[in-house]
């Protein structure tokens, strides 16, 4: 089963412009994570935010969580054609003694020039 | 470091016959974990092992299977294979941490594409 619904399920901008993804989940969470995929490749990690943090910035990136709602957001900022793929929020379930992550329906992102 | 590997990269079967894939992680990481990815169902975990001991497990039929070697390389073999096991299977190695903190993130390999035909 999958813990992360991401909205939208597709974007398509202009290279220089912002890109918002949403990602919500259902049960308590350590962390949540970021991913980006590019097209059938590997996950490529991007960002962590634990559970106490509300934000976080990484470069172009920006996350944002906010527990009470069980809702993050990625923000990148002045997209480029590269920034091309796929991307999932991932949130971490782990109880210390055991790794798993449940990721969310992923957002595609398309950066056109 | 080198990156997680994991082979073959792409791999065609029948169905009803076994499958066994590899994944060799960062050096240094003892945590390994799968994940199944479909157009369908997404991404989806299978089981994750920390010195070949799996500590976690998805809801996967019995058909599918792992285990983990005492240099942290892990196999995961799947038999009597379906059309719906054609996907790609994602390895991800991770470092347990020290201390109290829960919070680690994953690097994955590049994934095996299975077709069951």
């Known amino acids: 089963s999958q813990q992360g619904e991401e909205d939208p399920q597709a974007l398509s901008i202009q290279e220089g412009e912002n890109a918002t993804m949403n990602c919500s989940y259902k049960?308590?969470?350590?962390?949540l994570q970021w991913y980006r995929q590019n097209s059938g490749r590997g996950l490529v990690h991007l960002i962590l935010?634990?559970?106490?943090?509300r934000e976080k910035h990484s470069g172009r990136l920006r996350v944002t969580l906010d527990t009470s709602k069980k809702s993050s957001s990625l923000l990148i900022t002045a997209s480029r054609a590269a920034d091309t793929a796929s991307y999932f929020c991932?949130?971490?379930?782990?109880?210390?003694?055991?790794?798993?992550?449940?990721f969310g329906t992923g957002t595609r992102l398309q950066v056109t020039l | 470091k080198a990156g997680v590997t994991q082979t073959p990269r792409y791999l065609i079967k029948t169905r009803g016959q076994q499958v066994t894939l590899s994944c060799s992680p960062i050096s240094g990481h003892r945590s390994v974990s799968w994940y199944q990815q479909t157009p369908g169902q997404g991404l989806q975990f299978l089981f994750e092992y920390f010195s070949e001991t799996q500590r976690n497990k998805g809801n996967f039929p019995g058909r599918f299977s792992g285990r983990q070697f005492s240099n942290s390389r892990s196999e995961m073999n799947v038999s009597t294979l379906e059309l719906g096991d054609s996907a790609l299977y994602l390895c991800?190695?991770?470092?347990?941490?020290?201390?109290?903190?829960?919070?680690?993130?994953?690097?994955f390999g590049p994934g095996t594409r299975l077709t069951v035909t």
């Open positions: 935010i634990r559970s106490n943090e």
């Open positions: 991800a190695s991770s470092f347990f941490p020290s201390g109290r903190s829960r919070s680690y993130e994953q690097y």
């Open positions: 991932a949130t971490d379930e782990s109880n210390g003694t055991a790794s798993k992550l449940t």
């Open positions: 049960t308590s969470i350590n962390n």
